[in-house]
């Protein structure tokens, strides 16, 4: 099932009631918040159309000659299950239409409707068909993919990384420490994870260490713990991320970033398979599998005397090289559309494929920063737009910032005018309608106008302007 077809993105709707001011009124409602509608005065006409249109949401009366509301959520159920009823009540109707949302009613309004109730109940309606209708789109192209282009959270079909599939599969098998080789960007970490989850450690901890990230002098007692009283200020035990990865995976990251130091106690925690907690004379058992990564080549960081051979020789045992995108350029489509989906699957959003125009483009640029500089630019296309933006999808930030660093204005009033910029972008792109916006935005539809009426953007200007 596809996500329902829609106008300039606006929702589709259908409105059953042969209360025929009634109708027109509900209608009049919808329309000025942007959305599209069918109204229908028979039940029967209405399931008809449900049939052969794909619609956000339906909202019917309960009490109808021909067939009542409950009698028409039953036939809607049979055309299509995950399609939001909202039912509108009469006083008395109250018990029927809580009896009813047990039944899988989504909502119920009482007469007379109130606007803003309305609005509010159709805007949560679509908001969760949309959400059902992504997932399912994302797990039927899921499905669809050839096999052998996913493995463990990797993607790929090129035959490069057919066999690091394979290398991985056997390393996985065994428990001997692994060496990750590869440029920065290249998914050292999720080949890692892969590791772990393909072999016999799958379920147990996976523990990753930036070692970069750390600060030097307390890498030790992040990697082996201390007890209370080791230092100034160690005021209790803390767990190092050894003992703490148990019979899991510790990952190390960026190893080459290690002090001379902490790589001989690191060397005797591969040789005796125990750590020792800062402070303390016990050592404890370790059971964790040790995978280190690096971007540098560590044979030329021993030749410089900052790195220890003989821990390169204990962490290479079983050496992985994580190929580079310029490698596996024919990847390139797959991982955009992998990115895309992704991305429409975080944000609840349903944005159409890249045009093979803009794939094109994304093959030709030379992605010095790999899988995470193509991941981050697809992100941007989505959020700013494809057609000639490939290059100029920073521009709205590029031009506040000449504008800002020829005035020095302060930090908070940049970040007001990017927000007012953008929001003025996308609602331009929207023709103005709110109800669009707040959702691609991912902010509540009142959040949107008090940003709106901060920044003083007239909608009439922006939907004149359409």
Known sequence: MKYPETHEGTAPLLVVDDDLYLLAAIKQTLLLNGYLVDTFNEPGKALAAISESTYSAVIADIKMPQMDGIQLFKHIQEI??????????GHGDVAMAVSAIK????????????????????E????????????????DRLKNQRKGYHFHGLVGGHPIMQELYEIIEAVAKEDDPVMINGETGTGKELVARAI??????????????????????????????????????ATQQKQGKFEYAEDGTIFLDEICSMPANTQSKLLRVLEEKTVTPLGSNIPIPIRARVIAATNKNLEQEIRKGTFRQDLYFRLNVLPIKT??????????PLLVEHFRLEYCHDRQLNIEPF?????????QHDWPGNIRELKNQVRRICIFGSGDKMKNSPAITNNIVKKS???????????ELMEKEYLTEVLRKNKGLVPLTHQQLGISRKSLYDKINKHGID????????
Do not use: C
Request: net charge negative; proline share 5%.
């Open 196 to 233: 772990h989850d393909a072999g016999n450690r799958y379920g147990r901890p996976f523990v990753p260490v930036n070692m970069g990230a750390i600060p030097v002098d307390m890498i030790e007692t992040e990697l082996f713990g201390h007890v209370k009283g080791a230092f100034t200020g």
């Open 459 to 466: 909608l009439a200007i922006l939907r004149r302007d359409n």
């Open 80 to 89: 299509d299950t995950e399609l939001p009823v909202i039912l509108i009540t």
């Open 124 to 139: 949560r309606a679509v908001e969760k068909r949309r959400l059902v209708m992504d997932n399912l789109s994302l797990n």
């Open 405 to 415: 660093l020829s005035h020095q204005i302060h930090l908070r009033s940049f970040l």
């Open 323 to 332: 190929p580079t995108l310029r490698e596996r350029t024919e990847d390139i």
């Open 355 to 363: 045009s093979a125009e803009i794939i094109e483009q994304i093959k």
């Open 103 to 122: 039944k899988g009613v989504y909502d119920f309004l009482q007469k007379p409707v109130d606007e803003d109730i309305l609005i509010a109940s159709v």
